[in-house]
């Protein structure tokens, strides 16, 4: 059974005329009754009553138009959502952010590609810190990441999309709490809560940085995986978290975020593989030059 004979019953059975049909499909009329007669052979079953007045359908002829006409459209769409993917207009994008890339970034990416590229679906994996997310991208386990520079591997693109102050969120009965802002020598003493040293993470260096133009290391008495993490051990009390701004979209109850003066600011960039030509990739990177999403 060919697609095209399907076309054609469904032509006559829409305009209940052979000649009429034919039009529409921009055929002579006896090769589409034709092809009628031997779907009819093929089907084993008489699809219209024709008359010299009038064709009808028959009782099968009924049944069959419901199931064509699904067929039919199911292909249709088949074929024009092949056209969306090829023209990067649909498909899967998979993202990487940090954790706290998680709290602002992601919202705002999210909103804008519901708008601009309504078919497609994101699939999220956050908390990855910069190494984890490089090794994502060259693997092609992520299409794009939202990293904190600086990338040290090789083969990946990126171009900043925000410039944060390192703030510290604090206990809300902690003695800075009552300041606006605080200054970095001011946490002298303080037990910090910070990314585990293994995983490399960009956000400890600026701290460590910023500490040491102070002329202290900070002393790290808890370690964490996640930002989620740093900021449920501040509501505990057992200490104070640096972390970027953009934690402040995230409130936690029991804790306050203060700027800090003279601390170090960190970024985030959009990276991908500089080899990747997917269209995906090239429609996702022009909306978001047209949006102003990128700094530089």
């Known amino acids: 059974m060919e697609l095209r004979h399907l076309r054609y ?15 529409h499909l921009h055929m002579a009329q006896p090769p589409l009754s034709q092809a009628i007669r031997r779907l009819e052979s093929e089907l084993g ?18 049944v069959f138009r419901t199931d064509v006409e699904r067929i039919l ?12 993917f090829a023209s990067g207009a649909e498909g899967v994008l998979r993202i990487g952010l940090t954790g706290s890339a998680s709290y602002r970034q992601l919202p705002a990416l999210a909103r804008l590609l519901k708008r601009e590229m309504p078919q497609v679906m994101l699939e999220v994996h956050t908390e990855m810190l910069t190494p984890a997310q490089e090794a994502g991208l060259l693997e092609r386990r992520l299409d794009v990441g939202v990293l904190r520079p600086p990338v040290r591997q090789e083969g990946i693109a990126h171009r900043t999309v925000a410039a944060e102050p390192l703030v510290v969120a604090v206990l809300e009965e902690h003695w800075l709490a009552e300041a606006d802002s605080v200054r970095v020598e001011q946490l002298r003493h303080e037990n910090f809560i910070m990314y585990a040293a293994a995983l490399g993470s960009v956000v400890n260096d600026a701290v460590v940085r910023s500490c040491l133009a102070s002329g202290f290391y900070p002393h790290p008495a808890y370690e964490v995986t996640e930002t989620s993490a740093a900021l449920a ?13 953009s934690i402040r979209s995230a409130p936690r109850e029991g804790v306050l975020c203060r700027e800090i003066e003279d601390a170090l600011s960190v970024r985030l960039d959009l990276a ?24 530089e």
């Open 9 to 23: 019953f469904a032509a006559v059975a829409e305009t209940r005329h052979f000649g009429r049909a034919a039009e």
């Open 45 to 62: 079953v008489k699809l219209f009553t024709r008359t010299t007045r009038q064709v009808t359908l028959t009782g099968a002829g009924e």
């Open 73 to 84: 459209k199911a292909v249709d769409d088949a074929v024009a959502r092949a056209g969306r």
């Open 233 to 245: 051990l501040v509501a505990a009390g057992l200490g104070v978290a640096v972390l970027p701004d």
């Open 272 to 295: 991908w593989r500089e080899d990747d030509e997917s269209p995906l990739l090239r429609n996702l990177l022009k909306v978001l030059e047209r949006n102003d999403v990128f700094l």
